[in-house]
C-alpha cells in the first residue's frame, strides 16, 4: 500500500461512498510503516474486532476511517461507525449503552452488533444501511448526491 493509494481512498471521487475521511485521514499516510502496522493488526481476524480496533492505533485514522476500511474489506462483517450512523442509531434509540465508556474497541464491537441486528432486521446489507443512514440525514445526503453527479 502506498501513501497516495491510501489517501486516493479517502476521497468520494474514489470510494464513492464517503465524502469526509480525507479531512483528518491524510495524516495517516504521513507515517506509512505505522499505517500498514495498524491496518495489518485492524484486519488480523485471528484477533477479536475490540483488541484489533485498540491495538490499531495510528494518528488519523479514527473510528469513520477505521469502520469504513473494515466495511470494504470484510463487507459481511462490519458496519460503518461514523458521526452520521451514530447519530441515526441514537435517534432510533438504538445506539448501544452498555459497553466500557473508555474501551473504544469494546464500543465500536458493541456498535458494530446493533448495525449488523439493524440491517438484519430492514433486510440489507451494510452498505445500503450506511447508505440509508445518510438518506435519513437530507442535508448531508443532497450534498454527496450533488457531488457525485458533479463527477466525470
Same mark, same amino acid.
Given at each position: 500500500?502506498?501513501?497516495?493509494?491510501?489517501?486516493? =481512498?479517502?476521497?468520494?471521487?474514489?470510494?464513492?461512498?464517503?465524502?469526509?475521511?480525507? @479531512?483528518?485521514? $491524510?495524516?495517516?499516510?504521513?507515517?506509512?510503516?505505522?499505517?500498514?502496522?495498524?491496518?495489518?493488526?485492524?484486519?488480523?481476524?485471528?484477533?477479536? !474486532?475490540?483488541?484489533?480496533? $485498540?491495538?490499531?492505533?495510528? *494518528?488519523?485514522?479514527?473510528?469513520? !476511517?477505521?469502520?469504513? !476500511? /473494515? /466495511?470494504?474489506? =470484510?463487507?459481511?462483517?462490519?458496519?460503518?461507525? $461514523? $458521526?452520521?450512523?451514530?447519530?441515526?442509531?441514537?435517534?432510533?434509540?438504538? =445506539? *448501544?449503552?452498555?459497553? *466500557?465508556? #473508555?474501551?473504544?474497541?469494546?464500543?465500536?464491537?458493541?456498535?458494530?452488533?446493533?448495525?449488523?441486528?439493524?440491517?438484519?432486521?430492514?433486510? #440489507?446489507?451494510?452498505? #445500503?444501511?450506511?447508505?440509508?443512514?445518510?438518506? /435519513?440525514? *437530507?442535508?448531508?445526503? @443532497?450534498?454527496? =448526491?450533488?457531488?457525485?453527479?458533479?463527477?466525470?
Amino acid at each position: 500500500l502506498s501513501a497516495e493509494e491510501f489517501r486516493s =481512498f479517502l476521497y468520494l471521487e474514489n470510494n464513492r461512498h464517503w465524502s469526509q475521511l480525507y @479531512r483528518r485521514g $491524510n495524516g495517516a499516510a504521513d507515517d506509512m510503516e505505522t499505517l500498514r502496522a495498524g491496518l495489518a493488526v485492524l484486519l488480523d481476524e485471528r484477533h477479536d !474486532i475490540s483488541d484489533r480496533w $485498540n491495538a490499531a492505533r495510528v *494518528p488519523g485514522l479514527g473510528k469513520a !476511517i477505521k469502520s469504513a !476500511i /473494515l /466495511l470494504v474489506v =470484510f463487507p459481511d462483517r462490519y458496519g460503518v461507525w $461514523n $458521526n452520521v450512523s451514530e447519530k441515526q442509531l441514537r435517534r432510533l434509540g438504538l =445506539f *448501544p449503552v452498555a459497553y *466500557p465508556k #473508555t474501551d473504544k474497541g469494546k464500543r465500536y464491537e458493541a456498535v458494530n452488533e446493533q448495525l449488523k441486528k439493524l440491517a438484519r432486521a430492514v433486510g #440489507t446489507d451494510l452498505w #445500503t444501511l450506511d447508505s440509508l443512514f445518510w438518506d /435519513l440525514d *437530507p442535508d448531508k445526503s @443532497r450534498r454527496v =448526491f450533488a457531488q457525485l453527479a458533479a463527477m466525470p
